[in-house]
């Protein structure tokens, strides 16, 4: 089946310094998506990133999709980046996604 | 952006019994979904729909029913609970997909 493959699994950072995310899939696809979700809590979409690179805030999301990968920058990390990140690939022309194990993010003061 | 609602949010079920998690979207998207979440699956998707009178399968659509009655509502139905249904479920709605609070479900 699909695969989508993330990494790192978890990351440690302190306060202030910057992470880079990555995430690659296996097949081609029609979209990707990036969410943070915390724990217990629902998805917040951050991106939604068919190509190219686009920002928000401190999130930087970009995507090529001829080699099917895309990587999420956050800079200047904040305690309230913790917690985990997840992408996921659109297939079909309804947009089912396939996620990805996520991204553990802690921030430490 | 879009407001996806669920309930129940926290769901106790017994083995065998009946079960029906609803999903309910303001924003008038034609595509909507059922996934569900656990530790070391991740989310994976249960059923989809492309508009009102549409279901279709995903990837682990054993045990589960889908009905979509109008453009706002999906609901996710479980005849026979089974304890292996005991999850976290996520209903989303649109093409860049927003989800809803999540549904909680234990079946004892």
């Known amino acids: 089946g699909q695969q989508v493959q993330q990494s790192p699994a978890s990351l440690v950072l302190q306060e202030g310094e910057n992470a880079e995310l990555q995430c690659n899939f296996s097949?081609?696809?029609?979209?990707m998506q990036w969410f943070y979700q915390r724990p217990g809590g629902s998805l917040v979409s951050l991106f939604y990133?068919?190509?190219g690179t686009k920002h928000s805030g401190r999130l930087t999301s970009t995507t090529v999709i001829k080699e099917r990968r895309s990587s999420l920058h956050i800079s200047s990390s904040q305690t309230t980046d913790s917690g985990t990140y997840l992408c996921?690939?659109?297939?079909?022309?309804?947009?089912?996604?396939?996620f990805g194990s996520g991204t553990k993010l802690t921030v430490e003061p | 952006e879009a407001a996806v609602t669920q309930s129940p949010r926290n769901k106790v079920a017994v083995t065998g019994g009946k079960v029906t998690l609803s999903c309910n979207q303001t924003n008038n998207h034609n595509n909507m979904y059922w996934y569900r979440q656990d530790t070391g699956h991740g989310l994976r998707l249960i059923h989809y729909s492309y508009g009102a009178g549409s279901t279709e399968k995903g990837d682990i659509p054993d045990g589960y029913k889908a009905s979509r009655p109008s453009q706002e509502n999906f609901s996710l139905i479980l005849e026979l609970a089974t304890p292996s249904q005991t999850s976290v479920y996520f209903c989303?709605?649109?093409?860049?997909?927003?989800f809803g609070p999540g549904t909680r479900l234990t079946v004892l």
């Open positions: 990133n068919p190509s």
């Open positions: 097949t081609s696809l029609n979209s």
């Open positions: 996921a690939w659109g297939m079909s022309n309804y947009n089912v996604l396939y």
């Open positions: 989303a709605s649109g093409a860049e997909q927003f």
